[in-house]
């Protein structure tokens, strides 16, 4: 089991950067490969980015790359999303998600643990 405990959003202005963290609980972390989605009011969740496990394969969402980095630390059970030149359009609510597999996917199907989200607002 995993448990998974997002931080980091909040309110900023379009450009701005922010960094997301997500703690995790349990003996598998450093076993699993991580994702983040998100989901904004009144659409379906959405691939951000995802990193297998031992941080040699990331995946990026067309729309975030070059400006969004995942990274992780499997000796604090974290894993990060360092978020660069925010827009309007990406103000959502972003879960990190495990799955008990090496490798990163994009599909949330394929992913066995969710955070609770954390809230990004992006200001025009």
């Known amino acids: 089991q995993v448990q998974l405990v997002e931080s980091g959003g909040g309110l900023v202005q379009a450009g701005d950067s922010l960094r997301l963290s997500c703690a995790a609980s349990?003996?598998?972390?450093?076993?699993?490969?991580m994702a983040w989605f998100r989901q904004a009011p009144g659409k379906e969740r959405e691939f951000v980015a995802a990193?297998?496990?031992?941080?040699?394969?990331?995946l990026y969402a067309d729309s975030v790359k070059g400006r969004f980095t995942i990274s992780r630390d499997n000796a604090k059970n974290t894993v990060y999303l360092q978020m660069n030149s925010l827009k309007p359009e990406e103000t959502a609510v972003y879960y990190c998600?495990?799955?008990?597999?090496?490798?990163?996917?994009?599909?949330?199907?394929?992913?066995?643990?969710w955070g609770q989200g954390t809230t990004v607002t992006v200001s025009s």
């Open positions: 998600a495990s799955r008990n597999d090496v490798n990163a996917t994009r599909s949330t199907n394929d992913y066995d643990y």
């Open positions: 990193i297998s496990r031992n941080d040699g394969y990331r």
């Open positions: 349990g003996r598998t972390f450093s076993s699993n490969a």
